[in-house]
């Protein structure tokens, strides 16, 4: 099972990867830098993604734009998402749990990475 990293932020990305790594969390991760990026690399791989763990703030299209699509299609809808993002407001997370009601967790920037573990070890394998 493959985990897609999908942020715009190359030092989120790569420290996102080094807390999982460091956890002897030991799935393949692909990396895509926005929504537009994570969908090409979702099409090309989504018979082996098991997580999305998905920044909501990016160029070309964002982490709900990104959430909101992928719903609609049944064979990747089913994918457990956790967002990490800085949007922290009750609002954003009601927003995203409207979009993706099996949201499978809501990691808020800055973080510990006990925080972000507790969401992912529950999903991989």
């Known amino acids: 099972m493959k985990i897609l990293v999908v942020d715009d932020s190359l030092l989120d990305r790569k420290l996102l990867i080094r807390i999982i ?3 002897d ?6 990396q895509a830098e926005n929504g537009e990026d994570a969908l090409e ?4 791989n989504y018979k082996d993604i ?18 909101t699509g992928i719903m609609r299609v049944p064979v990747v809808a089913t994918i457990p998402i956790i967002m990490v993002t800085a949007s922290g ?6 927003l995203a749990m409207s979009v993706n009601p099996h949201l499978a967790g809501y990691v808020v920037k800055p973080f510990k990475p ?9 999903h991989v394998r």
């Open 21 to 23: 790594k460091n956890a």
């Open 25 to 30: 969390i030991n799935n393949e991760i692909l």
């Open 41 to 44: 690399v979702l099409a090309n």
């Open 50 to 67: 098991g997580l999305i763990l998905l920044d909501w703030q990016m160029p070309k299209l964002s982490g709900i734009e990104f959430m």
């Open 89 to 94: 407001s009750e609002e954003n997370k009601k």
């Open 114 to 122: 006990d925080e972000l573990l507790a969401a992912v070890k529950p």
